[in-house]
C-alpha cells in the first residue's frame, strides 16, 4: 500500500474507540412527538409554513429559509402541529421549534418511497442544486452548512475535485462508517450527482485506514469509474476537517481565512452524498439521518436511522437504556462535540451521535502551571501557538490573539488533548474567537 | 602635567555646555514653532476629573473627554449630554464653574443585577467545567440552573470593574454591587446576557426593580427558578403611576416614573421585584410573607471584603438572605 | 446527586501529564546517576541524596509559607532538579555547599519567578554556575573515578580533561604533549575521567537521551544541533592546528557537553517552543561553548552558554513561528 496519505502539520492519534462500528444501521419506530427546531443549519433560522392545528404529511415542507444561508425544513413524521413554541436544544437555550403529534406514518405524495436504485442522472446542474435546495440538505457532518451554497462557486471560482468525507476521525462515531457499508451505491451515486451539478471530472473518497472494510467495499462500488478514487488515508485526527483532508487528499492548502474553493475543491461528507442521492433521484427531502449511539457503558452500541425530531433518549432507550454512571452526554464525537444538558433535546440534522460518558471520564483534570513543553504546538493542524494565544485570549490582550492568527483555529481540540497540564486551551480560544470576531465585525461597521 | 589635568577639564567642561547650549537653543526654536494652542481650560477640566480613566462618559480616558466637554461649551454653549458618571454632580458643578455653565444636577445611578437564580431559587441541573469566562459559558450553554437568561455567576463584570464596587457573593454566585459602584457602565457592556442595568440610585438609596431578565413564558420560566418575573401583570395592574411594563412576559420598572410606593412588590407572586434599603415593613399578621426576603444589591454583602462596612446590628437575616440598612 | 456535566470540547484528554514527564526524566537520568554511584561511592550517594532531599524541602517550604499556591511537589519537578544538580556537582564537594546549591536553584532560580513553567533560567545551571564562582576551589577540585568494585580507599582528586588541555595550552604544551595526561576515548565514553557526577559517562547520557526521545520527553533538535554545532566549529580550528586544539571528539565527550545537550538544554521550560527556535538555540549553545573553551577563562564553557542562550529563548520565540497551515513553506504570517 506504501505511505498513506495524511495532512502536514500536527495531528493526535486518540483511541478509537469505534465501539459499534460492526453494529448494522437500525430504524428507529416514529416517536409519538417530534420537535423539530427552526434554526438547524448554520446561517439564519428557517421560517414556519404551518399553523398550530396543521395536519402534515411525511415530507411536507413545513419552514422554508429564512435568508440565503438558511434551507427549508420539511415534516420529519405525519400528524398534527401541536403548537410552535421554545424548546431546549443541545446546549439548553430554549429556541423556536415546531412540535408535531404524530399519527400514522402518512408521507407526501411526491416522494418515491420504494427502495428501487435510481441510477441514471437525467437532470441537469441548474435543476440539481434546485433540488437539493428545496429538500433542505445541509453539511451532516456535523456543521450544518447548506449544501446548496457550496455548490454554487462564487463568480470566478471554479471546482475541480469534489472531495467526499468518509474520514470519520472523531473518536466513537461510526455511522459513516456504516453509511459507506450499507448504503454505498447510493453514496456514489450521490457522489455522480454532486459531479454533474459542480461540473468535476475528478472525485476523491477519503477514508482513513481504520476502516479496511470501506475502503474495499468502496474500491469495489467505483471500479468502473476512472473519475471517482478512493483515498485511504493514515488515521490521524483531525483529519476529517475540510482543510485537513484537501491537504491529505489533493495536497493544497486553503489560505487562512478562505474556503475550499479558493483551491478548486469541495467538501462534502459521505452523509451528504446519501441525501443528495434521495433528494435528487427520489425527491426525498432530508428528514432522517443516522446517529451513532454508543460510549464504553453503553449495553448495545448502535447506529439508528432516526427521524428529525426524535428526542434523543427515544435513542438512549434504543440502545438499551442511560447507563447509571452516566457522567456526560456529548451531541457529536468527543473530540469536538458539545455537551448535553438535557435528554429531551431532539435530533436535528448535525446530530451525528450521541456519546455517553462515564462518571470517571467526564471529569476534566486538575489544571496545572504550564510547563512550556511546547506539545500543544506540535500538534496543532493549523500551525498555530496554541498556549500563546490561549494565554492572550485568557488575559484579554485580543490584538496579540488576532496578530497571531487565532481565526484560524479550528477548535479540533488537539492541543488541549495533548496538554501535560490540563490547561483548558480550548475554552479560552473559543472565548478569544468570539472577543475577535466581535471586534473584527465592529471594525468593519 | 597640572596644566594639561587644566586644560582637559575645561575642554571637557566647555565642550559640553556648549553643545548644552546649542541644544538648547534649538529645542526653544523647534518647541517655539511646533508649538500646539490649546485651551487652558482643558487643563483645569481634567484637574477637576476623577482621573479614573475608566471610559464610563463613553470617551477614551479623562483627557479626551476633557476636551470633549471644552469643544462642545464652545460650538453649543452647554455640556449636555456629557456627563462623567463617576464623579457625579460635585464634578459636574465644578465643570460648570470651569467653563462658565449651568450644569443640571443628574440624578446618580448605580449598576443593578437583575437576576436572582441563587441555587436556592433555581436548582442546579448540571455542573460547568471548564474557563472562568461568562462570554465563553454562554456560548456553550444555558446556564447551571437551566435558565437561559440567567447569570452564569463567573464573574465577567467582576473583572470588568475598576473601581472594586461588584463582587461574587460566594453563597448565590450572584455578583452584588456596592456603595463604591460609580455607574461607569463597564461591568453592563462586559455581560454578555445584559443583566446589569444603571439605574436610578433613589432618594436614600431606595430602589426598587425587577431581578429577572426572562422573557419566557410562566410555566417555563417557573420551571427553572422560583423567582422568575412569570408575567402575569399583577404589578402592571396595582401600580398607579404607569411605570411598569410588560414585554414579552417581562415586567419592568421605568426609574423615572417609579415613587417607591412598593405596592408591586407587594403583589408580586414569585417575589421577583425586590426593594432595596427600605426600612422591614411591619409584621402583618394575617398575611405572613416571604416577600421581603431581598437580596440586598446596593451593599456589598460579601463578609469577608467589606465584613468592617456591614453593621451587623442594623441588619436582619432572613432565611439566608440579607436586608441591609444603608446610610441614616 | 446525578448532574451531568457540561463543559466545552474536547471531552476526552490524553494521558500525557506533567508528573508522567518529570518521572521520564528521572528515569532518564537513573543511568547516569548509578554510573557516577559505581564511580565515586558513597559520596555520589551522598550527594545526590542530599540535593533531592534539599530541592524538595525547599520548594515545599517556598510553596506554602511565601507562595502559598497550590502543592507542586507532587509533579516531580523538584526531584528532577534535585538529581540535575547533583549531576552537575564534584562527588566530593561538601553537604552544606550542596544545600546551598538547592536553595539557589529552588529559591533563586525557579520560586522567585513563580514556580514550575515559569523561571527564565535552568535552575540547577544557575545553582552550578553560582557555586562555581562561590567556592571555585572545591567546585574544581575533581576526583579520580574508581570503580566501587575497587574498594573504598581515599580518593585523589585531579583535574577534568578539559582543564588538562585548558592547562596545558595555556602553558605552552600542544596537545600531543599532553595526550599521556588525557583519558583514551573509550575512558571518556564509558565514564572514567574526572569530572562532575553526571559528565563522566558518554554512554550513559546518551541512553537517558535516547530513552526521554523514544517517550517523546523531547525532540531530537536541540541535542543534535548542540553537538553538531560543536563538532563543526572544534573540527575547524582542529583542522586549521591540531596541535594547538583539541579535537571535536574530545570536545563532545569530555565536561558537561553530553549532560548539558541531553538534560540540561532541552529542558521545556526554558527552551524554545518551536523546531526551528530550537535549532538556533542548540546552534547558539554549541558556539558559545567552544568559544568560551577555546578563549575563555574557564575550561568548561556549556552551563554558561546555556544560561546565556536561556535568557535569548523569549526573543527567539518571537522570531520563529511554526509554519501556518495555508502559508507558503518558511513564511511567518505577521499582520
Known amino acids: 500500500m506504501g505511505i498513506l496519505r495524511t495532512f502536514a502539520l500536527g495531528g493526535i492519534h486518540p483511541d478509537e474507540n469505534k465501539l459499534s462500528s460492526n453494529a448494522a444501521i437500525e430504524e428507529i419506530p416514529v416517536p409519538k412527538q417530534a420537535i423539530v427546531p427552526l434554526g438547524q443549519n448554520l446561517g439564519a433560522p428557517s421560517k414556519p409554513i404551518v399553523k398550530k392545528g396543521d395536519d402534515v404529511k411525511v415530507g411536507q415542507l413545513i419552514a422554508e429559509a429564512g435568508g440565503f444561508i438558511s434551507t427549508n425544513i420539511h415534516s420529519p413524521v405525519s400528524g398534527k402541529v401541536f403548537k410552535i413554541d421554545n424548546s431546549m436544544d443541545a446546549s439548553g437555550f430554549r429556541r423556536p421549534c415546531i412540535i408535531i403529534n404524530v399519527d400514522g406514518d402518512e408521507w407526501d405524495e411526491s416522494v418515491d418511497t420504494t427502495k428501487d436504485l435510481i441510477s441514471d442522472i437525467n437532470i441537469e446542474s441548474k435543476e440539481i442544486i434546485e433540488r437539493i435546495k428545496n429538500a433542505g440538505i445541509v453539511g451532516m457532518g456535523g456543521a450544518t452548512f447548506p449544501t446548496y451554497v457550496k455548490l454554487m462557486p462564487p463568480p470566478g471560482k471554479t471546482a475541480e475535485y469534489l472531495i467526499i468525507n468518509g474520514v470519520e476521525c472523531e473518536p466513537y462515531l461510526t455511522s459513516d462508517h456504516r453509511m459507506m457499508l450499507e448504503k454505498g451505491r447510493e453514496i456514489v451515486i450521490g457522489i455522480k450527482i454532486l459531479m454533474k451539478a459542480l461540473n468535476v471530472n475528478k472525485a476523491f473518497i477519503g477514508i482513513e485506514n481504520n476502516k479496511p472494510d470501506a475502503i474495499s467495499h468502496m474500491r469495489e462500488l467505483v471500479r468502473e469509474n476512472d473519475d471517482i478514487q478512493v483515498q485511504p488515508l493514515k488515521v490521524q485526527y483531525p483529519q476529517g476537517g475540510e482543510k485537513q483532508l484537501i491537504k491529505a487528499s489533493v495536497n493544497r492548502e486553503v489560505p487562512s481565512g478562505k474556503l475550499p474553493i479558493e483551491v478548486g475543491c469541495v467538501v462534502q461528507n459521505v452523509g451528504t452524498a446519501f441525501a443528495v442521492y434521495e433528494a435528487v433521484q427520489k425527491n426525498k427531502p432530508l428528514i432522517e439521518r443516522v446517529v451513532t449511539v454508543t460510549g464504553k457503558a453503553v449495553k448495545k452500541p448502535s447506529n439508528f436511522r432516526v427521524r428529525i425530531g426524535t428526542p434523543i433518549n427515544v435513542l438512549i432507550e434504543a440502545a438499551e437504556g442511560l447507563p447509571d454512571n452516566t457522567g456526560k452526554i456529548i451531541n457529536g464525537g468527543p473530540m469536538m462535540g458539545k455537551s448535553i444538558t438535557s435528554l429531551d433535546m431532539p435530533v436535528v440534522k448535525g446530530t451525528s451521535g450521541i456519546l455517553l460518558l462515564e462518571k470517571e471520564e467526564s471529569s476534566r483534570k486538575v489544571e496545572g502551571p504550564c510547563i512550556r513543553c511546547s506539545k500543544c504546538t506540535y500538534v496543532c493542524p493549523m500551525g498555530l501557538e496554541p498556549f500563546l494565544i490561549s494565554k492572550a485570549a485568557k488575559l484579554g490582550n485580543f490584538e496579540l490573539a488576532e496578530n497571531e492568527s487565532i481565526m484560524d483555529c479550528i477548535e479540533c481540540g488537539s492541543c488541549q488533548y495533548g496538554c501535560p497540564a490540563a490547561i483548558p486551551l480550548v475554552d479560552y480560544l473559543r472565548l478569544g474567537k468570539i472577543k475577535v470576531g466581535q471586534i473584527m465585525r465592529s471594525r468593519k461597521n | 602635567m597640572e596644566s594639561a589635568v587644566d586644560n582637559i577639564i575645561i575642554i571637557a567642561i566647555g565642550g559640553l555646555g556648549g553643545l548644552g547650549l546649542i541644544m538648547a537653543i534649538i529645542l526653544y526654536f523647534i518647541a517655539n514653532k511646533f508649538k500646539v494652542f490649546e485651551d487652558p481650560k482643558i487643563d483645569e477640566v481634567e484637574e477637576a476629573l476623577p482621573s479614573a480613566n475608566c471610559g464610563g462618559c463613553g470617551f477614551p480616558g479623562c483627557r479626551a473627554y476633557a476636551e470633549a466637554a471644552v469643544n462642545s461649551e464652545k460650538e453649543h454653549g452647554n455640556i449636555n449630554g456629557l456627563n462623567c458618571p463617576v464623579g457625579g454632580n460635585d464634578v459636574g458643578q465644578e465643570l460648570g464653574r470651569i467653563l462658565g455653565l449651568e450644569v443640571e444636577d443628574q440624578d446618580p445611578m448605580i449598576a443593578v443585577v437583575r437576576c436572582n437564580g441563587s441555587p436556592t431559587n433555581s436548582p442546579k441541573k448540571v455542573n460547568y467545567e471548564g474557563a472562568t469566562s461568562c462570554a465563553f459559558a454562554h456560548a456553550l450553554y444555558a446556564g447551571e440552573g437551566g435558565c437561559m437568561y440567567s447569570c452564569l455567576g463567573l464573574g465577567d463584570c467582576v473583572d470588568a470593574c475598576d473601581f472594586d464596587a461588584i463582587h461574587m457573593n460566594p453563597d448565590t454566585g450572584l455578583p452584588v454591587v456596592n456603595d463604591k459602584c460609580t455607574a461607569c457602565g463597564a461591568c453592563v457592556t462586559a455581560c454578555p446576557r445584559d443583566i446589569i442595568e444603571l439605574r436610578k440610585r433613589g432618594p436614600k438609596d431606595k430602589r426598587i426593580f425587577v431581578s429577572c431578565i426572562n422573557q419566557e413564558k410562566g410555566a417555563p420560566a417557573k420551571k427553572n427558578c422560583s423567582v422568575a418575573c412569570i408575567g402575569c401583570a399583577k404589578c402592571d395592574k396595582v401600580c398607579n403611576f404607569d411605570a411598569i411594563t410588560i414585554t414579552s412576559f417581562l415586567a419592568y420598572i421605568d426609574f423615572e416614573k417609579c415613587t417607591l410606593c412598593r405596592k408591586c412588590v407587594e403583589v408580586c407572586p414569585t417575589s421577583a421585584i425586590h426593594e432595596v434599603n427600605f426600612k422591614p415593613r411591619k409584621p402583618r399578621p394575617e398575611k405572613p410573607k416571604v416577600t421581603t426576603s431581598v437580596s440586598d444589591n446596593s451593599q456589598n454583602t460579601v463578609p469577608s471584603m467589606e465584613s468592617g462596612k456591614v453593621k451587623p446590628d442594623k441588619s436582619v437575616i432572613a432565611k439566608g438572605i440579607e436586608i441591609i440598612e444603608t446610610k441614616e | ?335
Request: charge should be neutral.
Open chain 3, 1 to 335: 446527586m446525578n448532574h451531568l456535566k457540561v463543559s466545552g470540547s474536547p471531552h476526552i484528554q490524553g494521558d500525557e501529564s506533567t508528573k508522567k514527564i518529570m518521572y521520564g526524566v528521572f528515569i532518564a537520568m537513573l543511568p547516569a546517576v548509578l554510573v557516577s554511584i559505581y564511580f565515586f561511592g558513597i559520596d555520589a550517594i551522598r550527594v545526590v541524596i542530599t540535593a533531592v532531599i534539599a530541592c524538595i524541602f525547599f520548594e515545599w517550604t517556598i510553596q506554602k509559607y511565601l507562595i502559598k499556591g497550590h502543592e507542586t511537589i507532587t509533579d516531580g519537578s523538584a526531584l528532577v532538579t534535585g538529581i540535575l544538580l547533583a549531576l552537575n556537582l564534584p562527588s566530593n564537594l561538601p553537604t552544606w555547599m550542596v544545600i546551598v546549591g538547592a536553595l539557589v536553584a529552588i529559591g533563586m532560580a525557579k520560586m522567585s519567578f513563580g514556580g514550575l513553567g515559569k523561571n527564565i533560567f535552568n535552575p540547577a545551571l544557575v545553582a552550578r554556575v553560582f557555586l562555581l564562582v562561590s567556592f571555585p576551589v572545591e567546585m574544581t577540585s575533581w576526583p579520580i573515578p574508581k570503580p566501587i568494585t575497587e574498594g573504598l580507599a581515599d580518593v585523589t582528586t585531579g583535574p577534568t580533561p578539559l582543564a588538562i588541555v585548558k592547562e596545558g595550552l595555556d602553558g605552552n604544551k600542544t596537545i600531543s604533549d599532553m595526550s599521556s595526561e588525557l583519558p583514551s576515548y573509550s575512558q571518556e565514553f564509558l565514564g572514567n575521567m574526572g569530572g562532575s557526577l553526571g559528565e563522566v559517562s558518554a554512554l550513559a547520557l546518551i541512553l537517558g537521551g535516547f530513552y526521554m526521545i523514544w517517550k517523546k520527553i523531547i525532540t531530537w533538535h536541540i541535542p543534535v544541533s548542540i553537538l553538531l554545532t560543536v563538532s563543526i566549529f572544534s573540527g575547524i580550528f582542529w583542522g586549521l592546528d591540531p596541535e594547538h586544539y583539541a579535537d571535536p571528539l574530545f570536545h563532545v565527550l569530555t565536561g558537561g557537553m553530553l549532560l548539558g545537550a541531553i538534560y540540561m538544554a532541552t529542558d521545556m521550560v526554558t527552551s524554545p517552543m518551536t523546531k526551528g527556535g530550537q535549532l538556533i538555540f542548540g546552534f547558539g549553545v554549541g558556539l558559545l561553548t567552544i568559544l568560551i573553551r577555546i578563549w575563555g577563562a574557564y575550561p568548561e564553557g556549556v552551563s554558561f552558554a546555556i544560561l546565556i542562550m536561556n535568557a535569548t529563548v523569549p526573543l527567539i520565540n518571537r522570531g520563529f513561528k511554526p509554519r501556518r497551515f495555508g502559508a507558503k513553506p518558511g513564511v511567518v504570517l505577521t499582520k
